[in-house]
């Protein structure tokens, strides 16, 4: 089954950068369509996604993040990674990867089907 694992998370203080990674075990999407996301979870807030790439590289970002978060892949390590800059206190979340087999290029996460543990990110003031 397939598996994934972020790691990255950390304390940071505002202004600063953070560059989370997931990676993706048991999948290697060859020739299939498929789509990995970022989401975050803020304490007594919902779950909300952010940026996702698809197979064939495109990014998608939400407003909350565009400017501020770039998102890419390498396919040898079948790792994504989330460069987060400019953080602010409210970006504080379990920040979470999930899979998509999809590739519906989605920020909705009921149309994802596996997902990583999460890595907790604090943003100090």
């Known amino acids: 089954e397939v598996q994934l694992v972020e790691s990255g998370g950390g304390l940071v203080q505002a202004g600063g950068s953070l560059r989370l990674s997931c990676a993706a075990s048991?999948?290697?999407?060859?020739?299939?369509?498929?789509?990995i996301g970022w989401f975050r979870q803020a304490p007594g807030k919902e779950r909300e996604g952010g940026s996702c790439?698809?197979?064939?590289?495109?990014?998608y970002y939400a407003d909350s993040v565009k400017g501020r978060f770039t998102i890419s892949s390498d396919d040898a390590k079948n790792t994504v990674y989330l460069q987060m800059s400019s953080l602010k206190p409210e970006a504080t979340a379990i920040y979470y990867c999930?899979?998509?087999?999809?590739?519906?290029?989605?920020?909705?996460?009921?149309?994802?089907?596996?997902w990583g543990q999460g890595t907790q990110v604090t943003v100090s003031s």
């Open positions: 048991e999948f290697t999407g060859d020739g299939d369509d498929y789509t």
């Open positions: 790439i698809t197979n064939d590289g495109s990014t």
């Open positions: 999930a899979l998509d087999e999809a590739g519906l290029s989605s920020f909705k996460d009921f149309v994802y089907d596996y």
